[in-house]
């Protein structure tokens, strides 16, 4: 099993986001990054499959700035046996051209599958591994939380809106993997020191100009805190009442 | 003056309510771009058909029936080919789809078969110079980008409860349209839709919502946020990552930055402290409510009404209050 | 020091120049640090959020070692991890051995110590003072946490003066030993397969006959006894061991070790590791009061903008980063394999001091609050109160940096 993972390097998000004077972007000094949530799920899931199978390799993939060797470097502490960077510094939110780019070194590498998660949570795109099967012309099964591999075919199951479907589809594919398929592990000691000796490939990132282009960046209106009903059971008739007359959702 | 191809989204022979969110939200396209129609897809099985004048008083100027076996399940290789061949014809400026499981699936697939861009999960949106200028939450939607596209034709795709469907009835034309490949050849196959409970509204489609977290203490007390619901008549209960990491709730129900995104009329936080995940996705809501014991508990710094207390107390009372005041 | 560690290769000061300082590192001390170090910070601090903090309380109120989380810190290669590979150890520089501490100590000081103890005061030993033998033995087995182990050096009548011990081993005539005797205040004593007691092997006050026994728990003789009523690391195993004609056979004796120098040795790799753990218990309460600082509103403003509060937080955050700046220094010099146990001396004695007032400001900038289990402060408050005290006392360290200042032993 010869397993593909494209990852991403993103922001952690648990700060409060400014934007620059310009209104152009959001400020980065000062910000921590990691590897984006769903595409560790995708790399655990490439592992697992690896693993059950006893044999394959695990090949990360990665579109980013230089700095985005030390997630590369995280997936192989985790037990990616190699990686790629395509180096770029372009914060683009077009996702046909990192796509593009993404397909190009992938084309010829006889994946088996290639896994993507399911959006990254910086652009909020969610549409790179759709369009790289596309470009590849393999079948792709989306927000998958549940996956089966057996031979050269496979069985998932997808998340809807309080719903889910039942895919079958045909190796090589496209995935992109959701939350709920896994809980992805921790890099071991002995593993981190590993991935320093595992290969690690930089070239940079062929990107054609972008169709989409950000006007501007702004923060989400704030919410304002509310008020403090009152405390236990007894705060109910005034919180009904308020939600009569003022909210008016009732 | 550019045309719209809006896809309407269905699931079990029936339309979704955002389906009529996207023609509202093509209609106000075709205006601001000079004026065009705008044509609706509507693919199922024999019979889709049936539903197209309800597309129509939502302003669908024709809507173009795929009904064929093939599409009676979720058909996304079949229909990626058949909207971009569609959309290669001329006819239209935009292509524009919901930003659901299924829209999300298909926009980028027909964007690359067609070579252009996308601009996914729009908020809001104006056209600038034939160019769609929308605003699209990123960073787990703490910043907001308004981003550009200007494509032949452009896609673009809107998130669910961001326009509230309007009625603007149209004469109901229907167009019958062939799949651009055979539906039967498609690799990717669904073999079977597992509603959650059909009898239930959906989270997305619910005005009200009743989410549980930890503090409700035990699976079972769930019964106490359906009860509510219950009472409401129009709400559905969800659930935070703990909750269905727990197993408590299914993983469909879950609200949050890897669930749901949701933005009800009424958001009741029963029991949630307010994890800044699960606050990605429910801070959108028009009035949130939180019921907790800890009152410093992050919850109360985005409600619009909160009760410090115990929501095993709180929630009982809480229906019988809901109960009576929409009996009255 | 008697290591056959790689000489690890010198550290420039700054080499990850493109990293910037934010929030949670003024000092941006990450960029001294490099990344397989930051790799391995970060992935302890995983764990210990994931698996420590949320249970961490309830164990600490119950008075009981979370023993569940052993396997996991073993299979993450956490225990004796700056020892060799060929030994089943991860090999890591002593700065990442530091930072791994100090992550496991964010968590609370009884997971530090009972990895401080297996890896320090155990398998270094092994390493150090045993046979090639003994080492291929217990060493892969230890750092699998197939076995436990614990350190018997300490006697009740005997804390800050270990040389006036009086367990003894006795030699047969066969080669075998005979021990008798007892150590206090023995951490993962009773769920230890292995100890390593410390023993004289000749009468007299001469400190010249100390060596060192590996003794399995279950041999006759060997009994244990769990320390009850402890209002101080109660997340964490302390016990008495008791040898009454303990027989061990002729192998179980450390051959490389010779007097009080072999067992101080240890306590010098452990109060080493000590030295960067107490910041990560400063580090969350440091956290915590800033959070609890930002959030609590009183007077109908966030309690953060009194001065008063401010001020806590200017003096804990300042005592901190220099805490740091000693640790890493001190880390970088042993990596080079030139520091000295007065250099160590000063980090133990300076850092345990300033966590541990850390984390008595955390509480009282809590308010009521900080006497909860549910915050971190009043249970890492009260654990430092024990690190303040063991691994040489505050006091010690005092008395060793003052004879190093002044060349006068005032132990004499």
Same mark, same amino acid.
């Given at each position: 099993m010869k397993i593909a993972v494209c990852i991403k390097r993103v922001p952690v998000m648990e700060v409060k986001f400014a934007i620059t004077a310009d209104g152009s972007r959001y400020e980065e000094t000062g910000l921590k990054y990691d590897i984006n949530d769903f595409d560790l799920w995708a790399i655990e899931a490439a592992l697992q499959l690896k693993e059950k199978a006893a044999a394959g390799s695990v090949h990360v993939v990665c579109l980013g700035p230089n700095a985005a060797q030390e997630q590369i470097r995280k997936a192989m502490a985790m037990g990616a046996d190699s990686g790629v960077l395509l180096e770029s510094d372009a914060r683009t939110y077009d996702g046909l051209t990192v796509a593009r780019a993404l397909a190009g070194e992938l084309s010829?590498?006889?994946?088996d599958l290639i896994l993507f998660g399911r959006?990254?949570?910086?652009?909020?795109?969610?549409m790179t591994g759709p369009m790289v099967a596309e470009l590849l012309d393999l079948p792709v099964v989306t927000n998958v939380f549940k996956l089966d591999i057996n031979g050269a075919t496979g069985r998932a199951e997808r998340v809807l809106e309080g719903a889910s479907e039942v895919v079958e589809f045909p190796l090589p594919a496209v995935l992109t993997i959701d939350d709920g398929l896994n809980k992805e592990r921790l890099p071991s000691l002995k593993g981190i020191m590993a991935a320093k000796k595992k290969p690690l490939d930089v070239k940079p990132a062929n990107l054609d100009a972008p169709q989409v282009t950000v006007r501007s960046m702004a923060l989400p209106a704030e919410r304002s805190a509310g008020r403090?009903?009152?405390?236990?059971?007894?705060a109910v008739p005034e919180l009904v009442r308020l939600l009569q007359t003022e909210a008016k959702v009732l | 003056m550019a045309n719209v191809l809006v896809v309407a989204e269905s699931r079990a022979g029936e339309l979704r309510k955002v389906a009529f969110e996207a023609v509202t939200a093509g209609r106000k396209l075709a205006e601001l771009s000079g004026g065009g129609e705008v044509h609706v897809v509507l693919a199922g099985?024999?019979?889709?058909?049936?539903?197209a004048d309800v597309l129509a008083a939502h302003g669908a100027d024709k809507v173009l029936v795929l009904e064929h076996a093939?599409?009676?399940?979720?058909?996304p290789e079949a229909l990626a080919a058949t909207l971009a061949a569609q959309l290669k014809?001329?006819?239209?400026?935009f292509g524009l789809f919901s930003a659901t499981s299924h829209g999300r699936d298909l926009s980028p697939r027909v964007a690359a078969k067609l070579g252009v861009g996308l601009v996914p999960d729009l908020t809001g949106f104006s056209v600038d110079g034939g160019a769609v200028v929308g605003q699209h939450p990123i960073n787990n939607a703490k910043v907001i980008a308004t981003l550009a596209l200007a494509g032949t034709p452009t896609l673009l795709s809107v998130r669910p409860a961001a326009f509230a469907p309007a009625e603007d009835a149209r004469a109901l034309v229907i167009e019958a349209i062939t799949s651009?490949?055979?539906?039967?050849?498609?690799?990717?196959?669904?073999i079977e839709l597992k509603q959650g409970n059909t009898d239930k509204i959906d989270l997305n489609d619910a005005p009200v919502i009743v989410a549980g977290g930890?503090?409700? $203490?035990? =699976?079972?007390?769930?019964k106490l946020c359906e009860d509510l619901a219950e009472a409401f008549g129009n709400a559905a209960v969800g659930a935070t990552r703990a909750v269905t990491d727990d197993g408590?709730?299914?993983?469909?129900d879950q609200i949050g930055q890897t669930g749901r995104n949701v933005s009800p009329d009424l958001y009741i936080a029963a029991g949630?402290?307010?994890?800044i995940q699960h606050l990605a996705g429910m801070?959108?809501?028009r009035t949130i409510v939180a019921i907790n014991k800890? $009152?410093? =508990?992050?919850i109360f710094k985005i409600a619009d009404y909160g009760i410090v207390g115990d929501v095993l107390e709180v929630l009982p009372v809480l229906t019988a209050a809901v109960k009576a005041a929409r009996a009255s | 020091m008697a290591t056959t560690l790689d000489p690890v290769t010198a550290v420039p000061?700054?080499?990850?120049?493109?990293l910037t300082a934010h929030a949670g590192d003024l000092f941006n001390i990450d960029a001294a640090l490099t990344e397989e170090e930051r790799a391995i910070r970060d992935t302890v601090r995983a764990f210990v959020d994931e698996k420590i903090l949320p249970i961490i309380g309830q164990c600490y109120v119950d008075g009981?070692?979370?023993?569940?989380?052993i396997p996991e810190m073993a299979e993450m290669g956490?225990?004796?991890?700056?020892?060799?590979?060929?030994?089943?150890?991860?090999?890591?520089?002593s700065v990442a051995y530091g930072l791994i501490m100090q992550e496991l100590e964010r968590g609370d000081s009884g997971i530090r110590s009972f990895a401080s103890v297996q890896g320090a005061l155990v398998m270094y030993p092994i390493f150090a003072f045993g046979s090639e033998e003994q080492r291929r033995t217990y060493l892969p087995r230890l750092a699998k946490a197939e076995l436990i182990g614990c350190f018997g050096l300490t006697e009740s009548d005997h804390?800050?003066?270990?040389?006036?011990?009086?367990t003894r081993a006795r030699e047969q005539a066969d080669g075998s030993w005979v021990i008798n005797g007892g150590k206090m205040w023995i951490t993962n004593g009773n769920m230890s397969d292995i100890a390593i007691v410390w023993a004289k092997t000749?009468?007299?006050?001469?400190?010249?006959?100390i060596r060192g026994f590996i003794v399995h728990?279950?041999?006759?003789g060997f009994s244990v006894k769990e320390t009850k009523g402890?209002?101080?690391?109660?997340a964490s195993v302390t016990s008495e061991l008791v040898f009454e004609d303990v027989h061990v056979a002729?192998?179980?004796?450390?051959?490389?070790s010779g007097g009080l120098k072999s067992p101080l040795m240890c306590l010098t790799q452990a109060r080493y590791g000590i030295a960067w753990g107490v910041l990560g218990a400063a580090l969350a309460c440091f956290e915590e009061a800033v959070s609890y600082a930002k959030n609590r509103v009183m007077f109908d403003r966030?309690?953060?903008?009194?001065q008063i509060q401010q001020v806590r937080l200017a003096d804990m955050l300042s005592e901190i980063v220099k805490g740091q700046l000693v640790a890493l220094h001190l880390g970088r010099l042993k990596d080079a394999g030139n520091f000295t146990p007065v250099q160590v001396s000063l980090a133990k004695r300076n850092n345990v001091n300033i966590a541990t007032e850390a984390a008595r400001e955390t509480r009282r900038l809590l308010g009521?609050?900080?006497?909860?289990?549910?915050?971190a402060a009043m249970r890492h408050m009260a654990n430092l109160e024990s690190v303040y005290t063991y691994e040489g006392t505050h006091d010690v360290h005092s008395l060793i940096i003052g004879q190093a200042i002044t060349g006068l032993n005032a132990f004499k």
């Open positions: 010829d590498g006889g994946y959006v990254a949570i910086d652009s909020m795109n969610q403090i009903v009152g405390e236990g059971a007894a | 099985a024999a019979g889709i058909g049936a539903k093939g599409f009676t399940q979720y058909n014809g001329g006819t239209y400026g651009a490949v055979d539906p039967s050849a498609s690799r990717v196959k669904v930890r503090g409700l $203490k035990a =699976a079972d007390n769930f408590w709730r299914p993983h469909t949630i402290s307010g994890a801070r959108t809501s800890d $009152k410093d =508990a992050p | 000061a700054l080499p990850s120049v493109e009981r070692f979370p023993k569940e989380l956490l225990l004796g991890s700056s020892l060799p590979e060929e030994y089943g150890c991860a090999g890591l520089s804390g800050s003066n270990p040389s006036g011990m009086t000749e009468d007299g006050e001469s400190d010249k006959s728990t279950d041999t006759p402890k209002l101080s690391l109660r002729a192998n179980a004796v450390l051959p490389n966030p309690i953060g903008g009194f009521g609050n900080g006497i909860l289990a549910e915050y």
